[in-house]
């Protein structure tokens, strides 16, 4: 069989075109259809195309990750009121309080759990004036040791403050002898089952003695009552927003309301009363408590003394006892020094109140 030059013969008898060039010449592959190459140009355009818009997209920003503070508060839903309370105070106090329990008697745990009685605080005379007042004893500095920066003169007598180039905004007011001087007060008192004792003498004295303070303010100061148990209660008007109030006529006449209305039951948790206090930026806060336990941790401590040197706030402490001498290791002691206040010890049997 005869084989041509443009033909090639496989082994299966089938016969396959091939191209096979000239002797001496090229191959001619001939033209590729048009269509054919209009095709490939525009998937190579739009390829092209969706590559450079790949390309040329780029991230927004700096690209640093954005540092932001963040908290959790927790909301307590009260009748009149939403109180939002920070996680962390909450936490912190909730870790003093567990510590305290541990060590506390079963008699403290009892009042913690007790229940507000429905007589509990007798009639006061909230004009009326201590009688033995200045029978207390005569408040020291706030290390607590005799002898050390004695005050004197009458612990109502409202007063200019020294240095204060005659600021009329400023005066300076007392509870049980201890003396601050400012333009904003914040009254911090204690309201727990133990302030019942004597029948309820110690919560009755601390009412009496704060409207006695609130009285020599004038409406060029401003002020604010929290009274606390486990919970802080502060002194609110409605359709006012909570925070200072002026020492006008009307409103102290609300405050005394306010007051009357007061009775002792519960636990005692110092420290979000405290920071409450602290948050008003207030020059003085006057803390009222008979509660050793629970103390106020170190951390706790130095926590309000942080926020006070902020504020510029001065915290004077008061504290209610039974025995004839004040305790050596008492915590307020260094509440009151840490914040350059004064501590003074009040022994309540010597308290009379008038009929």
Do not use: C
């Amino acid at each position: 069989m005869s084989v041509s030059p443009n033909r090639s013969t496989v082994a299966t008898g089938l016969t396959v075109s091939a191209i096979i060039p000239p002797e001496g010449g090229d191959i001619d592959l001939g033209r590729r259809p048009l269509p054919a190459l209009l095709m490939s140009l525009i998937f190579h355009v739009v390829l092209l195309t969706i590559l450079g818009i790949l390309w040329s997209k780029s991230s927004s920003g700096t690209g640093d990750e954005v540092n932001r503070s963040v908290g959790i508060a927790m909301v307590h839903r009260l009748p009149d009121r939403d109180r939002y309370v920070d996680a962390a105070d909450l936490t912190e106090s909730q870790h003093a309080n567990d510590a305290s329990a541990a060590v506390s008697s079963d008699s403290a745990a009892t009042s913690a759990a007790a229940a507000a009685p429905a007589n509990l605080a007798p009639p006061i005379d909230l004009t009326g004036i201590l009688s033995e007042i200045h029978s207390t004893p005569t408040p020291i500095s706030a290390a607590g040791l005799a002898g050390e920066s004695k005050l004197d003169g009458d612990s109502f007598a409202a007063r200019p403050a020294s240095g204060t180039d005659g600021d009329p905004n400023r005066t300076t007011t007392s509870v049980f002898g201890v003396s601050g001087s400012g333009s904003r007060f914040v009254y911090v008192f204690d309201r727990s089952d133990s302030m019942n004792a004597n029948g309820a003498l110690p919560l009755r004295a601390a009412k009496k003695e704060l409207m006695i303070s609130l009285k020599t303010l004038s409406e060029r100061q401003q002020f604010q009552l929290i009274f606390y148990n486990q919970m802080p209660k502060p002194f609110q008007i409605s359709g006012m927003p909570q925070g200072l109030m002026l020492g006008e006529e009307a409103i102290l006449e609300r405050a005394a309301r306010y007051v009357d209305s007061i009775t002792a039951y519960g636990g005692t948790e110092h420290f979000s009363a405290i920071s409450m206090a602290l948050r008003l930026g207030p020059d003085v806060i006057f803390f009222l408590t008979d509660a050793r336990i629970p103390r106020l941790s170190t951390s706790q401590l130095a926590e309000i003394r942080r926020r006070a040197e902020r504020s510029g706030t001065t915290i004077h402490a008061i504290e209610f006892g039974s025995e004839p001498v004040a305790p050596s290791d008492s915590f307020l002691r260094d509440l009151a020094s840490q914040n350059s206040g004064l501590y003074n010890y009040v022994d309540i049997r010597s308290l009379k109140l008038s009929p």
